[in-house]
């Protein structure tokens, strides 16, 4: 197994602990939270996707247009995430981009450092823990939303 290969393995393991959940996910569920001032369950699945493509786009160079709307510190969550297709079409966009980047890198690529704003100077291999853990932090948020969470 290539290093490329072993890297998209490991994410794509990673990333089930958000895919596993989406058969569980209904319309209904999409404006659930924890908390009243916390973010609703479909805003965090496109913060997900957002955050996958500007990863593809700042650590990879994929030349992709990103529009966020879900990243920075002004963003609120005014229950405009509510269309459950949309949501999952865009997290599938997301893993395909992110994909296809990881299989063009080549063995040496992984030790490049990259530099980005969100966190610092690493190896691509390094940035690749950054948005394993980033989608999977957000999949336990999911999930406890999906057993605790209320529309308030």
């Given at each position: 197994?290539?290093k490329?290969?072993?890297m998209?393995?490991l994410?794509?393991e ?7 959940l ?13 908390h009243?001032q ?10 997900i ?18 529009r966020v ?7 609120k ?6 269309d459950r297709?949309?949501l999952?079409a ?8 992110l994909?296809a980047?990881f299989?063009?890198q080549?063995e ?5 450092y990259?530099e980005?704003?969100?966190f610092?100077r ?7 823990a ?7 932090w957000?999949a336990?948020?999911?999930?406890l ?8």
């Amino acid at each position: 197994m290539s290093k490329t290969e072993l890297m998209l393995a490991l994410w794509e393991e990673g990333r089930t602990r958000l895919t596993n959940l989406f058969p569980g996910i209904t319309a209904a569920d999409l404006p659930r939270r924890l908390h009243p001032q916390s973010n609703s369950l479909g805003w965090l699945l496109r913060h997900i996707g957002e955050v996958e493509h500007l990863f593809a786009k700042n650590v990879f160079g994929v030349p992709i247009e990103v529009r966020v709307s879900t990243v920075g510190n002004l963003v609120k969550d005014h229950g405009q995430f509510n269309d459950r297709d949309a949501l999952l079409a865009y997290l599938e966009d997301a893993r395909r981009v992110l994909s296809a980047a990881f299989e063009k890198q080549t063995e040496p690529d992984w030790e490049e450092y990259i530099e980005t704003k969100e966190f610092g100077r690493k190896t691509k291999a390094e940035a690749l823990a950054r948005i394993s853990t980033h989608t999977a932090w957000h999949a336990g948020q999911i999930s406890l939303i999906l057993k605790y969470g209320s529309t308030f």
